[in-house]
T-cell receptor, first 115, second 114 residues
C-alpha cells in the first residue's frame, strides 16, 4: 500500500500523559499536513510542512502540541499533558507542492481518547 | 476568514433517488473547491474538485459546479446506491494559503436504503 499511513490507529491515555503519533506520507510527496477532527465536525487544520520546514501553524496548535518532520519524510505529532478536550481524530495528509493545486491525500487517522 | 457551510444531515434516501447536498463558501480571492467522502471506518478520499468558476468536477456519477456568483458548490448524483452511504465534506483552499491548507464544512451524512 503506497498511501498515507498513520500509527497508531487508536490511542487511549489518561489525562496528563504525553502521546506521540506518527505519519508516513506518500513517498514522493514533499508536503505533509496535520488536521484534527472532533465528532460531528469537519477536519480543522493544525500545521503543515514542506520538506522538513514547518511553514504554518494554526492557533489551534497550543504550546502543548509539537510537530516535527526531521528528514522531510515521516512526521510526528506530540501532545504533552493531555486534556480531555484533546480527544479527537488526528488526520495526516500529504501532497506534492504545485501539482493540481496541492491535492491532498489523507491517511486513516489516529483516534485519541483521553480519560 | 474562510468558511464552508453545508446542509445538515443525515440525508436519507432510497436507492436510485436523486441527491443534492448544498455547499456554500466564503473565501478571499479565488479558491479551489473540493468534495471529500468518508466511508465508515475509512479515511477521507477526494471525490471531485474544481479550480475555477464554472468548472464542473465529476467522478463516480457525482457532479458539482463551481458557481462564483452564488459562492456555491452543490454536490449532485442522479441515482444513488446503498454503497454511497458515507459522510460528505465540502472544502476549499485559497490563494492566501498558497492553496495549501483546506477549510472544511461540518460534513453531511448520507444514508441510502435499498
Amino acid at each position: 500500500d503506497t498511501g498515507v499511513s498513520q500509527d497508531p490507529r487508536h490511542k487511549i491515555t489518561k489525562r496528563g500523559q504525553n502521546v506521540t503519533f506518527r505519519c508516513d506520507p506518500i513517498s514522493e510527496h514533499n508536503r505533509l499536513y496535520w488536521y484534527r477532527q472532533t465528532l460531528g465536525q469537519g477536519p480543522e487544520f493544525l500545521t503543515y510542512f514542506q520538506n522538513e520546514a514547518q511553514l504554518e501553524k494554526s492557533r489551534l496548535l497550543s504550546d502543548r502540541f509539537s510537530a516535527e518532520r526531521p528528514k522531510g519524510s515521516f512526521s510526528t505529532l506530540e501532545i504533552q499533558r493531555t486534556e480531555q478536550g484533546d480527544s479527537a481524530m488526528y488526520l495526516c495528509a500529504s501532497s506534492l507542492a504545485g501539482l493540481a493545486k496541492n491535492e491532498q491525500f489523507f491517511g486513516p487517522g489516529t483516534r485519541l481518547t483521553v480519560l | 476568514g474562510n468558511s464552508v457551510t453545508q446542509m445538515e444531515g443525515p440525508v436519507t434516501l432510497s436507492e436510485e433517488a436523486f441527491l443534492t447536498i448544498n455547499c456554500t463558501y466564503t473565501a478571499t480571492g479565488y479558491p479551489s473547491l473540493f468534495w471529500y467522502v468518508q466511508y465508515p471506518g475509512e479515511g477521507l478520499q477526494l471525490l471531485l474538485k474544481a479550480t475555477k468558476a464554472d468548472d464542473k468536477g465529476s467522478n463516480k456519477g457525482f457532479e458539482a459546479t463551481y458557481r462564483k456568483e452564488t459562492t456555491s458548490f452543490h454536490l449532485e448524483k442522479g441515482s444513488v446506491q446503498v454503497s454511497d452511504s458515507a459522510v460528505y465534506f465540502c472544502a476549499l483552499s485559497d490563494q492566501g494559503s498558497g492553496y495549501s491548507t483546506l477549510t472544511f464544512g461540518k460534513g453531511t451524512m448520507l444514508l441510502v436504503s435499498p
